[in-house]
């Protein structure tokens, strides 16, 4: 008689996780952040969960940045919800562009003058969406060491678990200005569920969670997120991982070999980057064929390209056969 729920489970249902639906679900789920904190080897009090990783951009923005005064900085092309995030709090937002000549690098010295212009949250994206590969270790250290004292680096590593290397996560027990984002919507295959999270310095998540809304995990998802991060779940999605990755490079080797792609960017990610002679014509292949890949053209000085996510083996058939 404590939070003005119903006494009745749903209607439609009466048994099994279901049937719990009339009360409120645990803000912050001990048993989830426990079982997190496991899998990317940090502690429960390093992670604030939420309704996907863009929960956490926005609540970042929302904590460190003043409407009309602050700046984030981001690196384009990259996700765009840093930057949406920024406009809706009334940030300024400050472009230091990759380096596309230098395989998509960060342009370091841009993001010291950044820093020096006062950004408060400088967003790193590694691997970065939609260029797809990761940023270079050092260059991150480099960031970090520039930023000490006067800003926060998050690292968004929704697609880290398609590169095989160490995620940042694990760096944050070093560095009390690092954040990092993690999600289950790509590798856990979970999008539609909305979980994501952020990993900082316990003070980092302790004011954050002063700001996040009070349920911000939904029961249903609670439940796919726990069975989604078993023992038995977890071998599933590693060898599912090594599938996407092996695919990734048979989708990579095909595309380069057609005439009408000139060139196929590196990816560290489950989706590729690929310039065309005419990518509107692609497009229409594709979509002839019933398949539906995001158009990037124009933005930010890429050119004819599109993002093809890597998908099974005969999704990933069906796209080299339209365009070769
Ligand atoms: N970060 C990056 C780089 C992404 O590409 C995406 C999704 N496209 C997100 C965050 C948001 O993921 P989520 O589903 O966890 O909100």
Not at 226 to 233: G, I, K, R, V, Y
Not at 263 to 289: C, E, I, M, T, Y
Not at 292 to 308: A, H, T
Request: glycine share 8%; net charge neutral.
């Amino acid at each position: 008689m404590h939070a003005n729920e119903s006494p009745w489970p749903p209607v439609t249902a009466t048994n099994g996780a279901a049937a719990a639906l009339n009360h409120y679900p645990p803000p912050q789920p001990p048993e989830l952040l426990e079982a997190l904190a496991r899998a990317w080897g940090v502690t429960p009090t390093q992670i604030l969960v939420g309704r996907g990783s863009d929960e956490g951009i926005d609540l970042l923005t929302r904590a460190f940045c003043t409407a009309g005064q602050d700046s984030v900085m981001v690196s384009t092309p990259t996700f765009g919800m840093y930057a949406v995030a920024a406009r809706i709090q009334g940030a300024s937002i400050l472009d230091v562009p990759l380096l596309a000549a230098r395989g998509f690098a960060l342009d370091l010295p841009g993001i010291r003058r950044a820093l020096d212009a006062g950004s408060k949250i400088l967003w790193l994206c590694s691997p970065n969406n939609p260029t797809g590969n990761a940023l270079a270790r050092e260059d991150i250290e480099a960031v970090l060491a520039a930023a000490s004292g006067r800003a926060v680096v998050v690292v968004d590593e929704a697609y880290v678990e398609f590169t095989g290397e160490t995620p940042w996560t694990l760096a944050v027990a070093r560095y009390p200005h690092l954040i990092t984002l993690r999600t289950m919507s790509k590798a856990h295959g979970l999008a539609g569920a909305r979980l994501g999270a952020l990993i900082a310095h316990p003070d980092i998540i302790g004011l954050l969670r002063r700001i996040v809304p009070p349920y911000a995990v939904a029961g249903p998802t609670l439940e796919a997120a726990l069975a989604a991060l078993s023992p038995a779940s977890l071998a599933v999605t590693a060898e599912r991982i090594g599938q996407l990755v092996r695919e990734r490079e048979r989708l990579a080797t095909a595309l380069s070999r057609s005439t009408r792609v000139s060139r196929v960017f590196p990816s560290d990610a489950n989706f590729l980057l690929v310039q065309f002679d005419d990518a509107g014509a692609a497009l229409q292949k594709l979509r002839d064929a019933g398949v539906l890949v995001r158009d990037f053209r124009g933005q930010s000085g890429l050119g004819e390209v599109l993002r093809l996510t890597v998908g099974t083996p005969s999704q990933n058939g069906l796209m080299i056969r339209s365009l070769t």
